[in-house]
């Protein structure tokens, strides 16, 4: 029996994809106003359709894979055991621009996703550590982010986003 590619209404792995939760919560928005300099918490940010989050240093090309950035909220509890830390890593020191929880972010990768009443992202892939994770946590701070650095996102259409804003999965 071939594989039953994803679209396929009659396929296994259609259906299970559809047992995915459907809404979750962002929790925190992060803007970096100029390059290697620290994430600032903002309670809403204005994402611009195909360029980028309006106060980030970041501009990404038109058409590109990695117009945002997310991380999974409940990972920055895992991250911060992995480093021996008692509480949850303040998302900033992590570098993504969105905190999302109550969806499993790597489920979505070539999903859509809308946040609040306007945003929607397609999720196009996901966010490797970089080097600079040592320079953040510490030795082993880029191991530990492994499998936990988030997606990158395309921004399909813009508008604003406010932290508490839900998070609903489109297609």
Known sequence: MPFPFFGDDKSTVARLLAT???TGRLEW??????RREP????????????????????????GGKRQVTLIQQEHLAAVAGYLGLNAPLDPA???RNLAVS????????NR????????????TGECHPCSRMEEELGPG???AMRGHGGLTAHIAQGGTIR???VVRVLS
């Open 93 to 95: 020191r992590l570098r």
């Open 163 to 165: 932290v508490g804003d």
């Open 20 to 22: 995915l939760p459907q």
């Open 102 to 109: 109550g969806l499993n972010l790597l489920a979505l990768k």
């Open 112 to 123: 859509q996703i809308q946040i609040g009443d306007e945003v929607i992202l397609d999720i």
């Open 29 to 34: 928005i992060g803007q970096r106003p100029l």
């Open 39 to 62: 994430l600032l918490s903002v309670p809403e940010a204005e994402l611009k359709t195909d360029s980028h989050m309006l106060g980030d240093h970041a501009r990404p090309k038109t």
């Open 141 to 143: 701070g880029y191991n």
